[in-house]
């Protein structure tokens, strides 16, 4: 595993969390990232409870990306510009940074089955603008639900579209395949996130529909 260190911003909600439970199973070091470090904090403890020989820290989102070079952003629509921004500064120059938003309108007080416009044409692309250029971002991890990761019981079984640089991706796919049984799929270049971000409300939708949140994506042929 070339992937020692993982900071995961946004890791007290439910989907980042999820996240870093399963990478922290996987044997990575887990840094939770929070704007509140005492709530990063107890995130931590939570995990290392289910998790006893986790390796497992909080800290503010700044401190805990500029440690890592594999930083993971696992936060909501409405908050993920000024995230964005906070972090900005500090990233490492190898840094590759995964986004995971999904501009869902529940992030406004809508419903999470309806999908945002994006000016940028996806929430990675308004991401990538606001980091320094030259910054390795991907997205990926849209279609996963959040109880389903914090169900160390359930397995996982689908594919994880990746869009971004080829520099970033070989770190992603080591992310996707730590998880037993999720495939990485290389979906091409960061543009493509705005078909891909909106699976997320069609599976939710799905999901509430059949009372289950185990749907996801497969692709055969591969």
């Known amino acids: ?20 439970l399963r990478w922290a199973s996987a044997g990575m070091e887990i840094v939770i990232g929070s704007r509140d470090k005492s709530r990063a904090e107890e995130a931590a403890a939570r995990l290392r409870e289910r998790i006893g ?17 594999t930083v993971v952003v696992a936060v909501p629509f409405s908050g993920q510009a000024t995230i964005y ?18 501009p869902v309108e529940a992030a406004v007080g809508g419903k999470a089955t309806h999908v945002l416009g994006v000016w940028e044409g996806s929430a990675a692309q308004l991401a990538a603008s606001l980091l320094p250029e030259g910054t390795t971002l991907c997205a990926a991890f ?21 869009c971004g640089p080829k520099a970033g991706k070989a770190v992603v796919r080591e992310l996707v395949e730590a998880i037993p049984r999720l495939g990485f799929v290389d979906a091409g270049p960061l543009e493509n996130a705005r078909v891909v ?26």
């Open 85 to 102: 921004k906070s972090l900005a500064g500090g990233l490492r120059s190898d840094a590759v940074v995964v986004d995971c938003t999904v």
């Open 197 to 222: 971000e909106p699976i997320t409300s069609l599976l939710i939708g799905i999901n509430r529909r059949y009372k289950t949140d185990r749907a996801g994506i497969r692709f055969t042929g591969l």
């Open 142 to 162: 849209h279609t996963l639900s959040a109880s389903a990761l914090e169900d160390l019981e359930n397995h996982l079984d689908g594919d994880v579209p990746v």
């Open 1 to 20: 595993m070339s992937i020692e260190r993982v900071a995961v911003i946004g890791g007290t909600g439910a989907e980042g969390f999820g996240l870093a």
């Open 53 to 69: 020989e986790a390796q497992v820290s909080g800290q503010v989102n700044a401190e805990a990306a500029a440690g890592c070079s």
